[in-house]
């Protein structure tokens, strides 16, 4: 085992001008050297800009970069005689052989296609980042002098890597595999009880390098715009993340409580639009997404204590009760969740004054139901103001609460 040396750890650039694509790259570099130091940017003016400033020890860059592109970066790195060797693995959606010999004149380290082959690019680092044998462990970094729980979470608020994951990712892209590839229906039937799965699928699907005017609010839809292998790569991307799982016994106990309730939630928003005609997947979809703060909350519980802090049950509770709807909040917002999506997933809370779309009610009828401890509360749903707007007798919240 190597201990860590900063002066010693790589330095990486990264460009690529998709988010979601960038993200992924960063957790495979760092799946290889935890250690490395990274530099990510989103257009080639920035990297270029970069490349001025700082020699690097691998350079990843995206061919269709805005502003200067990826081959252009390339040769500019080349003719400069200083760093004329550096490794640079240039990405490209083109595979045809005009695109390839193009670039083969400016030795490129590597050419990959796209969507990414992480086994493939795994490799790749490897054989780059890693001397023969060596292995890189890298210790959590330790809490800063005087740092309390509350201003931990508020510096987390911005930058959270969201839910930790319900299901057991790697399993269902192996039952989803075929002779004929990756099945889509069947991976989605595999990962859509995943909150943090299914939120990463939709804004991912909603990028701007997606370029489509109309926004995926379903599991299904947003699996059909990446396609079979940007879906692969990106669900194999979260299972990389520090965190992913819930290792923390106590903490893990109170996702499965608020997996609970946003499948209940999921399924009574998906009966009731069924049964007032409406779109079924995306009030399931919102239902499912409605509790992701209260879980990104749980995930940064972990670092808290991971990194040496206290925690115990009123600390939690205290928590999430501070930072749950902020959390769930920032994360639909960075995310670029669909306003329309987003909507549904407030009127889970509250309704307050105004128009309400049929949807929005049906969402907030199926969040008062899911919440409910007992049957025995189901008279005063069935008499409220929503359920009176939707026509919503008792028989039918009954025939909800009881089906299978």
Known sequence: MTVVDLKAAPTVLIAEADPWTRDLLKQVVLTVRCDAQLDVCGDGQQALAQLGKHTYGLVIADRDLPGIGGLDLLRSVRQRRAVAAQPFILLSARNDSASVREALPLAPTAYLTMPLDIAGLTKRLTGLLLEAGQEILCDVPALAPGMTLKRFLEQHRASSDGAPLKVDAQSALRNSLGPDGLDLAQLEQQVRT?????????????SAAQH?????????????????????????GLTLKPGAQLS???????AEGYWALSQRAADYGHTLAGMLNLDQERCYCAGLLHCLGDLAVLRCLQEWRQAGGELDTPAI?????????????????????????????????HLGGGVYSREALVMNLAAQVANLESEEGIAEVAGGKTARLLRVGMSQLLQLIDKP
């Open 194 to 206: 995943d909150p943090h799965i299914t939120a990463v699928l939709i804004a991912a699907a909603n």
């Open 212 to 236: 489509l005017a109309s926004p995926a609010q379903t599991l299904a839809q947003a699996m059909q715009r990446l396609g079979p292998a940007q879906s692969l790569n990106l669900i194999q």
């Open 317 to 349: 509770d205290a928590s999430l009760a501070e930072f749950g709807a902020a959390y769930g909040s920032a994360l639909r917002t960075r995310w670029r969740l669909p306003l329309e999506m987003r909507e549904l997933i407030a009127a889970m809370y």
């Open 248 to 254: 923390d016994a106590c903490l893990a106990d109170y």
